[in-house]
């Protein structure tokens, strides 16, 4: 039993090492997209202010393109939802159901229930995944 004990934190020891160097990598990696990002702008500004659509550099094109975000405003989706369907635009629209919160109202049943209704099992998979948990002791 103390060697299977031996192989546990052993094991510990490994996943903490592997999270920390996680957060290290993505901590890096946080900067370098925060530099990637302010370089793109500048390179950006640079090209509008020298009126170049495009050059070459090495055997690189580097070009100017501008791509358009459009987001529902917070408050106001319901509405442009109804102005789609109106315009003839009703297939972009999409119901969808967070994974997380259809998870969470499964979990909720299942504690209340030892099974769930049989027409809502029959439209859900439910996959339990055991995993360690971590965080600093007292």
Same mark, same amino acid.
């Given at each position: 039993?103390?060697?299977?004990?031996?192989?546990?934190? %052993?094991?510990?020891d =490994?996943? *903490?090492?592997?999270?920390?160097?996680?957060? @290290? $990598?993505?901590? !890096?990696?946080?900067?370098?997209?925060?530099?990637i %990002?302010e370089?793109? =702008?500048k *390179?950006?500004?640079?090209?509008?202010?020298? @009126? $170049?659509?495009? !050059?070459?550099?090495?055997?690189?094109?580097?070009?100017?393109?501008?791509?358009?975000?459009?987001?529902?405003?917070?408050?106001?989706?319901?509405?442009l939802?109804?102005?789609?369907k109106?315009?003839?635009?009703?297939?972009?629209?999409?119901?969808?159901v967070?994974?997380?919160?259809?998870?969470?109202?499964?979990?909720e049943?299942?504690?209340?229930?030892?099974?769930?209704?049989?027409?809502?099992s029959?439209?859900?998979?439910?996959?339990e995944?055991?995993?360690?948990?971590l965080?600093?002791?007292?």
């Amino acid at each position: 039993n103390s060697m299977s004990q031996a192989t546990v934190f %052993e094991l510990a020891d =490994r996943l *903490l090492e592997l999270r920390d160097r996680k957060a @290290e $990598l993505e901590g !890096f990696l946080k900067a370098v997209n925060a530099a990637i %990002e302010e370089t793109d =702008r500048k *390179l950006a500004e640079a090209m509008v202010n020298e @009126e $170049l659509q495009n !050059f070459v550099r090495g055997d690189r094109l580097f070009y100017l393109r501008t791509e358009t975000y459009v987001s529902a405003k917070a408050d106001r989706r319901q509405e442009l939802i109804a102005w789609l369907k109106q315009h003839g635009m009703g297939d972009l629209v999409q119901e969808t159901v967070h994974p997380r919160t259809l998870s969470a109202a499964v979990k909720e049943l299942l504690e209340d229930e030892d099974d769930l209704p049989e027409d809502l099992s029959e439209l859900v998979n439910v996959f339990e995944k055991t995993t360690v948990g971590l965080r600093k002791a007292k």
